[in-house]
């Protein structure tokens, strides 16, 4: 799961959380490090025609300069991580 919330430095910033059980019900699990540390959030992953892995988020998180932000990502075994 993606969540967003303030990061360190008081900023935008978008974690993940992975659910031990495999269900929703949880329980969740929040890796330490944020996929997204700075100035951002409220992400989704795609997956492109040509089979690129893509995370989508706003980003600045500043009214009316927030742009769609598209990085690729890296698939990991139990998460993803920014390529």
Do not use: C
């Not at 959380?17 to 997204?36: K, T, V």
């Amino acid at each position: 799961m993606l969540w967003s919330s303030g990061g360190k430095d008081g900023s935008y910033a978008m974690g993940i959380a992975r659910s031990q059980s495999g269900s929703i019900e949880g329980p969740w699990e929040h890796q330490a490090e944020p996929l997204w540390g700075r100035d951002g959030g409220h992400g989704m992953i795609v997956r492109t025609l040509d089979g690129e892995l893509l995370v989508t988020l706003h980003q600045p998180n500043d009214t009316p300069h927030e742009r769609a932000l598209f990085a690729p990502i890296v698939e990991l075994r139990d998460s993803v991580r920014l390529a």
